[in-house]
């Protein structure tokens, strides 16, 4: 099994800039790709960003292309999620998952994914 955690979390003004990192552990050779998503007070988890192991290949949800930016360091089994421009909508829990075995890409569902992490708090004041 993998293990995955989180960090980076934290409170930033509006306009500010965090970078999350997504730390793996365990099988992680045995993981396809690994995702953000975010969960907002009271709404349902949502997809960010998500991107392969074997070849970088990313893909973002639409409203946050050029603003958040995933990457993997595969030396290290960490995958980072770079926020800029930051907006109090942003505001929410974000997680990281992976996704353990091929399928379609790109995988943008939450059931897609067999581990996740506990989550870091993300806090954009206005």
């Known amino acids: 099994q993998v293990q995955l955690v989180e960090s980076g979390g934290g409170l930033v003004q509006a306009g500010g800039s965090l970078r999350l990192s997504c730390a793996a552990s365990?099988?992680?050779?045995?993981?396809?790709?690994m995702g953000w998503f975010r969960q907002p007070p009271g709404k349902e988890r949502e997809f960010v960003a998500t991107?392969?192991?074997?070849?970088?290949?990313?893909y973002y949800v639409d409203s946050m292309k050029g603003r958040f930016t995933i990457s993997r360091d595969n030396a290290r089994n960490t995958v980072y999620l770079q926020m800029n421009s930051l907006r109090p909508e942003d505001t929410a829990v974000y997680y990281c998952?992976?996704?353990?075995?091929?399928?379609?890409?790109?995988?943008?569902?939450?059931?897609?994914?067999?581990?996740w992490g506990q989550g870091t708090q993300v806090t954009v004041s206005s």
């Open positions: 365990g099988r992680t050779f045995s993981s396809y790709a």
């Open positions: 991107i392969r192991w074997n070849d970088a290949n990313t």
């Open positions: 998952a992976a996704k353990n075995a091929f399928g379609n890409w790109p995988p943008t569902r939450p059931y897609q994914y067999g581990t």
